[in-house]
């Protein structure tokens, strides 16, 4: 479908024109796009003053170390907490991507917020930066009281692949008798690697993420196509959703991903838990994550999520 036919916003359009003048990230190796993706200059954002960030290091199950980025509201507290997980289709993304995003969330929510930068792949596949974003999440219960944070009131977020691990670490807090998760906000989530949608049809080129792009993600993620059967790479096949905190799903209207989002979201309320389904009009998967691009955007969404997580 020609993207002329699209109701596309002007920042969507420039943002589209600027990066088809590069070739596609997925002729390249991870290594070397990230190698590249480090060297461009953090952009320059406005962003509203916090009490304190910190970087720090924390155990995960193998005995390996992964980092962490924790944003500390002003105020007293405790304060609720939200782990968040980047998106970057498992591949791509660290605590710099979804800094400015996070940095909105701890301001607008008042909350605690605790980026986590889980490994990736192919170095990493599949279950291991799952099973980093379920440590980092027992890690934060665990040491809640340390971080001025209500272990009572904690929030899980994330954006694309983020939002796949955001909503598969709710699972597995219920199967594990983990902490108690009181909401979760994905943004454009992964929840289906079918590949199948109509919105993969329509939307299967040029416009950011595409079909060729999200099968090159998942041949780095798992082993084999079986394992995109796995509920936990595939959260819309879990067979009972009913336990799940309540959600905001928020999708970008011209996004590969968005059907299976509209799903999510459906069989979520269909289960009887309340869920927020919100569509971004006129724009394209990653904006969240480009603020310099997309910063009346990112700002709206971060207020849609405040008001949803403060009802």
């Known amino acids: 479908m020609n993207n002329l036919m699209f109701n596309l916003t002007n920042t969507s359009k420039q943002y589209i024109a600027d990066a088809n003048k590069s070739p596609k990230y997925y002729t390249h190796q991870p290594a070397d796009v990230r190698a590249a993706r480090a060297q461009c200059p953090k952009p320059l954002i406005d962003l509203p003053l916090l009490k304190q960030i910190i970087n720090r ?12 980025r924790i944003y500390t509201p002003n105020g007293k507290g405790p304060f609720p907490i939200i782990v968040y997980y980047h ?73 694309s692949a983020g ?23 994905l943004i454009y989530p992964v929840t289906n690697m079918d590949m199948t949608t109509t919105s993969y049809e329509n939307y299967a080129n040029d416009l950011g993420l595409d079909r060729d792009g999200m099968k090159w993600f998942g041949e780095h993620y798992v082993y084999n196509e079986e394992d995109y059967r796995n509920s936990a790479v595939s959260p819309l096949l879990q067979d009972d959703l009913s336990y799940l905190p309540r959600a905001i799903v928020i999708a970008a209207e011209y996004d590969v991903l968005f059907d299976e989002g509209v799903s999510y979201a459906n069989r979520l309320n269909e289960a009887g838990v309340p869920t927020h389904h919100v569509v971004m009009p006129g724009l394209i998967h990653s904006y969240f994550s480009k603020m310099e691009f997309f910063e009346d955007e990112t700002r709206q969404t971060v207020q849609l999520i405040a008001d949803f997580i403060k009802k």
């Not at 008042?110 to 440590?135: C, G, H, M, Q, T």
Request: aromatic share 8%.
């Open 57 to 68: 290091k924390i155990p995960v199950r193998d005995g390996s170390e992964i980092n962490v």
């Open 87 to 159: 998106g970057g289709g498992w591949v791509f993304g660290n605590l710099e991507t979804a800094d400015a995003g996070c940095h909105l969330l701890a301001a607008e929510v008042n909350a605690i917020v605790v980026s986590v930068d889980y490994r990736l792949a192919p170095e990493f596949k599949f279950p291991i930066p799952l099973n980093d974003a379920f440590d980092a999440l027992l890690w934060v219960y665990e040491f809640a009281a340390d971080l001025n944070g209500d272990s009572t009131n904690i929030i899980v977020a994330g954006d």
């Open 163 to 185: 939002g796949n691990l955001a909503t598969v670490v709710t699972h597995m807090a219920k199967e594990q008798n983990g902490p108690l998760i009181t909401a979760q906000a």
